[in-house]
């Protein structure tokens, strides 16, 4: 089983959701201890990064098999969760 932690924009992300969105957001989250690529996630060309989709959001995420952790990097809407990721 998988440790979830957000990263600092991903808690500020979070914090700026509707209240419908966040709890769509938590349980898209929550099974990704179980199974972290479930079949709905999908791998990020050119990175090491998954993503799950909540309705118009996404969530970005990388997976740390040797520390088990899975770090949330990203909540956003589709149109600005792209931008500026490494």
Partial sequence: MYHIKF???AEKD???LPREIAERVDKAIKPLADEPRPANCKKLQNSHFYRIRVGDYRVLYEINEDTVIILVLRIRHRKEVYKNIH
């Fill in 7 to 9: 990263s600092k924009p």
């Fill in 14 to 16: 979070y914090k700026k």
